[in-house]
C-alpha cells in the first residue's frame, strides 16, 4: 500500500513537470479528482466511457484495485462526478 | 504474473518521466457540459484520430483506408500500455516454460532462420466498439481499427523447434516490454493454442513493409497471428512461454471475451476475427452526381475464407453479388467494388460479407459488456443530385 502510494505521489510529479497537454472537463464539484486517474491514463480513456451506477462503481473499483489512490470518501465524489457527466441512462 | 522488484518500480517511473509518447496531462475545467476533448496529433500520425493519447491508441477515418497496403500514416495503434523504444542492437528474447532447452535469441538469431513474408489484415477486437448500444466499456473505436501491413519475420514454429517444446506444451504466450503503470494493474499477456502457434502463417516479424518495424507498431520483434483479433499479436516481444493451458491471466480470463453462444453465464477468450466488410467509398453524408458511381471497400474473415460480398444500394431491401478484385492473400482483406448506376434521391448503401465458416455479416449484434464481435452490416446515407 506504501508502496503504491508513494508510486503514485512519484508519478504525480512526474505529470505536473513534463505537462504538456490540456483537455477540458466540466467544472462541476469534484472534478478535480479526475487528476487520481490521469496519474496513470490520459482523461479520454474516463470521459469517452459512459456507464450506469453500477458500470462506474465496478470500474472505479477496478482502478483501485490496481493502485488508484482514490479513498472511499473521494470514490463516493467522483462516482457522483462521473454519472452526473458520463452517464449512459440505458448502462448498467 | 511477474514478481515486482524495486528495480522494475523505479524504471517504471523513470519510463513515465522520459518517454516521449507519454504525454502528461493538465486538465483544465471547462464551463458547460462534458465535451470530447481533441488531444494533439502525433506526428507521423496526423491523419489519425486520437482515441487516447496514454496508452496511445489511434484510428483511421475508413475513407483514409484506400490502399490494399495502408500507409504507416494511416495504420492504426493500438497500446494496452505504452513502452519506451527498444534497442533492436540490445533486444533479446527469452523461450521458456514447457521447453526442454529455454533460449534467449537476439535479432541476429532470428535473421538465421527461414524468412517469410506475408500480407496480414490486423484488427483490433474492438473495432466498432462504439456502435454498441448501450455504451460499452473501452476505447471506443469506429470502423478504424484495422489495416494491412506486409510482415517479414520467422515462423514461431522454426522458433519453438529451437527451444525443444515439451509434448505437455498445449498453448504458446507472448509477453511484451510494455508494462502496466502500477504494480498491482495486470501485465498484458496473451496465449494462443498450440496449433495456432505451430501453424505455418503464425510469425515473429521484424519488418513492416520492408523496414524494421517502427516502435509505435511493435519493433523490433512483434508477434503476427494472422487470422486472430490484433490483440494476439504482441508487440515489443521480450518472453514467448510455452504452457500447460491458456494464460491465466486478466487480458485471457476478463478482456478480450465474450459471452459463449450457448452459455452466456460463461465468456471464452477471443481467438478469431468476425467475418466483415467496410464501405470506403462512397463516405457517408456523401453528395454524388447522378450516374456511374464505383462502391468499393474491403472485407476479411479472420479464420474464414472470404466467399463474397453482396451489395445493396436500396436499404437493405435488394442485394447484388459485388465483385472481389485486387490482391487475394489468405489473411488479408479483400477489395470488392459495385458498379452503381445512381439516381438522384437519397440512398442508404449496405456491404454485407460472407465466408468459408458459413459466417454473414449481421444486421445486428447483442450488447456484450465489452463491446466485441461488432461486424453488423456497414451502411452509409448518401445523396445523389
Given at each position: 500500500?506504501?508502496?503504491?502510494?508513494?508510486?503514485?505521489?512519484?508519478?504525480?510529479?512526474?505529470?505536473?513537470?513534463?505537462?504538456?497537454?490540456?483537455?477540458?472537463?466540466?467544472?462541476?464539484?469534484?472534478?478535480?479528482?479526475?487528476?487520481?486517474?490521469?496519474?496513470?491514463?490520459?482523461?479520454?480513456?474516463?470521459?469517452?466511457?459512459?456507464?450506469?451506477?453500477?458500470?462506474?462503481?465496478?470500474?472505479?473499483?477496478?482502478?483501485?484495485?490496481?493502485?488508484?489512490?482514490?479513498?472511499?470518501?473521494?470514490?463516493?465524489q467522483l462516482?457522483?462526478?462521473?454519472?452526473?457527466?458520463?452517464?449512459?441512462?440505458?448502462?448498467? | 504474473?511477474?514478481?515486482?522488484?524495486?528495480?522494475?518500480?523505479?524504471?517504471r517511473?523513470?519510463?513515465?518521466?522520459?518517454?516521449?509518447?507519454?504525454?502528461?496531462?493538465?486538465?483544465?475545467?471547462?464551463?458547460?457540459?462534458?465535451?470530447?476533448?481533441?488531444p494533439?496529433?502525433?506526428?507521423?500520425?496526423?491523419?489519425?484520430?486520437?482515441?487516447?493519447?496514454?496508452?496511445?491508441?489511434?484510428?483511421?477515418?475508413?475513407?483514409?483506408?484506400?490502399?490494399?497496403?495502408?500507409?504507416?500514416?494511416?495504420?492504426?495503434v493500438?497500446?494496452?500500455?505504452?513502452?519506451?523504444?527498444?534497442?533492436?542492437?540490445?533486444?533479446?528474447?527469452?523461450?521458456?516454460?514447457?521447453?526442454?532447452?529455454?533460449?534467449?535469441?537476439?535479432?541476429?538469431?532470428?535473421?538465421?532462420?527461414?524468412?517469410?513474408?506475408?500480407d496480414?489484415t490486423?484488427?483490433?477486437?474492438?473495432?466498432?466498439?462504439?456502435?454498441?448500444?448501450?455504451?460499452?466499456?473501452?476505447?471506443?473505436?469506429?470502423?478504424g481499427?484495422?489495416?494491412?501491413q506486409?510482415?517479414?519475420?520467422?515462423?514461431?514454429?522454426?522458433?519453438?523447434?529451437?527451444?525443444?517444446?515439451?509434448?505437455?506444451?498445449?498453448h504458446?504466450?507472448?509477453?511484451?516490454?510494455?508494462?502496466?503503470?502500477?504494480?498491482?494493474?495486470?501485465?498484458?499477456?496473451?496465449?494462443?493454442?498450440?496449433w495456432?502457434?505451430?501453424?505455418?502463417?503464425?510469425?515473429?516479424?521484424?519488418?513492416?513493409a520492408?523496414?524494421?518495424?517502427?516502435?509505435?507498431?511493435?519493433?523490433?520483434?512483434?508477434?503476427i497471428?494472422?487470422?486472430?483479433?490484433?490483440?494476439?499479436?504482441?508487440?515489443?516481444?521480450?518472453?514467448?512461454?510455452?504452457?500447460?493451458?491458456?494464460?491465466?491471466?486478466?487480458?485471457?480470463?476478463?478482456?478480450?471475451?465474450?459471452?459463449?453462444?450457448?452459455?452466456?453465464?460463461?465468456?471464452?477468450?477471443?481467438?478469431?476475427?468476425?467475418?466483415?466488410?467496410?464501405?470506403?467509398?462512397?463516405?457517408?453524408?456523401?453528395?454524388?452526381?447522378?450516374?456511374?458511381?464505383?462502391?468499393?471497400?474491403?472485407?476479411?474473415?479472420?479464420?474464414?475464407?472470404?466467399?463474397?460480398?453482396?451489395?445493396?444500394?436500396?436499404?437493405?431491401?435488394?442485394?447484388?453479388?459485388?465483385?472481389?478484385?485486387?490482391?487475394?492473400?489468405?489473411?488479408?482483406?479483400?477489395?470488392?467494388?459495385?458498379?452503381?448506376d445512381?439516381?438522384?434521391?437519397?440512398?442508404?448503401?449496405?456491404?454485407?460479407a460472407?465466408?468459408?465458416?458459413?459466417?454473414?455479416?449481421?444486421a445486428?449484434?447483442?450488447?456484450?459488456?465489452?463491446?466485441?464481435?461488432?461486424?453488423?452490416?456497414?451502411?452509409?446515407?448518401?445523396?445523389?443530385?
Amino acid at each position: 500500500m506504501w508502496r503504491s502510494l508513494a508510486l503514485a505521489a512519484a508519478l504525480g510529479t512526474a505529470v505536473a513537470a513534463h505537462a504538456q497537454q490540456e483537455v477540458e472537463v466540466p467544472k462541476t464539484p469534484g472534478w478535480e479528482l479526475i487528476m487520481r486517474c490521469v496519474i496513470c491514463h490520459s482523461v479520454e480513456i474516463a470521459v469517452q466511457q459512459r456507464f450506469g451506477p453500477q458500470g462506474w462503481s465496478e470500474t472505479l473499483d477496478r482502478m483501485i484495485k490496481y493502485g488508484a489512490p482514490i479513498p472511499p470518501e473521494d470514490k463516493a465524489q467522483l462516482m457522483a462526478y462521473l454519472l452526473r457527466h458520463y452517464r449512459d441512462p440505458a448502462g448498467r | 504474473m511477474p514478481h515486482e522488484t524495486e528495480a522494475a518500480l523505479s524504471r517504471r517511473g523513470f519510463l513515465i518521466a522520459t518517454g516521449s509518447t507519454l504525454a502528461a496531462t493538465a486538465l483544465r475545467p471547462a464551463a458547460g457540459d462534458a465535451q470530447t476533448p481533441a488531444p494533439p496529433p502525433v506526428p507521423g500520425k496526423e491523419k489519425l484520430i486520437v482515441r487516447s493519447s496514454r496508452p496511445l491508441n489511434l484510428e483511421a477515418r475508413v475513407t483514409d483506408l484506400t490502399t490494399y497496403h495502408t500507409p504507416e500514416s494511416a495504420f492504426f495503434v493500438r497500446n494496452n500500455y505504452d513502452a519506451a523504444p527498444v534497442d533492436p542492437a540490445q533486444w533479446s528474447m527469452r523461450i521458456e516454460g514447457e521447453v526442454d532447452n529455454p533460449v534467449v535469441l537476439r535479432l541476429d538469431d532470428l535473421r538465421k532462420l527461414p524468412a517469410l513474408t506475408q500480407d496480414v489484415t490486423l484488427e483490433c477486437a474492438g473495432n466498432g466498439r462504439a456502435f454498441h448500444q448501450p455504451r460499452a466499456s473501452g476505447i471506443q473505436w469506429e470502423h478504424g481499427a484495422v489495416g494491412t501491413q506486409r510482415f517479414t519475420g520467422v515462423r514461431l514454429a522454426d522458433v519453438l523447434a529451437l527451444a525443444k517444446l515439451r509434448p505437455a506444451a498445449r498453448h504458446v504466450a507472448f509477453d511484451g516490454v510494455d508494462k502496466p503503470p502500477t504494480p498491482q494493474a495486470p501485465d498484458f499477456i496473451r496465449s494462443v493454442p498450440l496449433w495456432k502457434a505451430l501453424a505455418p502463417h503464425t510469425m515473429l516479424a521484424f519488418e513492416m513493409a520492408g523496414r524494421p518495424i517502427p516502435h509505435l507498431h511493435g519493433g523490433p520483434v512483434r508477434a503476427i497471428v494472422p487470422g486472430f483479433v490484433g490483440s494476439a499479436s504482441i508487440k515489443w516481444l521480450e518472453r514467448v512461454m510455452a504452457l500447460t493451458e491458456e494464460f491465466n491471466g486478466f487480458y485471457m480470463k476478463s478482456n478480450y471475451t465474450a459471452p459463449r453462444a450457448d452459455n452466456d453465464k460463461e465468456v471464452y477468450s477471443l481467438q478469431s476475427l468476425e467475418v466483415k466488410s467496410v464501405i470506403v467509398n462512397p463516405a457517408e453524408g456523401a453528395r454524388l452526381a447522378a450516374g456511374k458511381v464505383t462502391a468499393w471497400g474491403w472485407a476479411w474473415a479472420g479464420e474464414g475464407e472470404l466467399t463474397g460480398v453482396d451489395v445493396s444500394t436500396d436499404g437493405g431491401k435488394t442485394w447484388t453479388t459485388a465483385t472481389l478484385v485486387g490482391p487475394s492473400d489468405r489473411y488479408a482483406w479483400r477489395q470488392w467494388e459495385h458498379a452503381w448506376d445512381a439516381a438522384a434521391g437519397s440512398h442508404t448503401l449496405m456491404a454485407r460479407a460472407t465466408d468459408s465458416l458459413g459466417r454473414m455479416q449481421p444486421a445486428s449484434r447483442a450488447f456484450n459488456r465489452l463491446g466485441y464481435r461488432w461486424n453488423v452490416i456497414h451502411a452509409v446515407k448518401v445523396d445523389v443530385a
